[in-house]
Nanobody, 118 residues
């Protein structure tokens, strides 16, 4: 079963940048679609960006042009680069992976806090 471990995040001023990483273990990561979600305080978890097993990407309108999702299958790692951060980007960020064929094989990372504040 896939396991995901996140790193990165923290406190940053508006306009700043952060990078998040998500390492998958016990799997051939190239067989998995990946995504990043976020959950602001008191709100539902929503999709931020996704990257398919073959590298196609998709973004929420609120982060287009500011965030970049990428993956390194050789190192079983997925990334989210967050630029031009705004206070409304404050949330817990979660990575997610799902097998491209056997969708019951899925997992969430443990979550990491991103706080944008002056």
């Amino acid at each position: 079963q896939v396991q995901l471990v996140q790193s990165g995040g923290g406190l940053v001023q508006p306009g700043g940048s952060l990078g998040l990483s998500c390492v998958a273990s016990r799997v051939t990561f190239s067989l998995y679609d990946g995504a990043w979600y976020r959950q602001p305080p008191g709100k539902q978890r929503t999709l931020v960006a996704r990257v398919t097993s073959d590298g196609r990407t998709e973004y929420a309108d609120s982060v287009k042009g500011r965030f970049t999702i990428s993956r390194d299958n050789g190192n079983n790692t997925m990334y989210l680069q967050l630029n031009s951060l705004k206070p409304e980007d404050t949330a817990i960020y979660y990575c997610f992976a799902e097998h491209k064929q056997f969708t019951q094989l899925r997992a969430w990372g443990q979550g990491t806090q991103v706080t944008v504040s002056s």
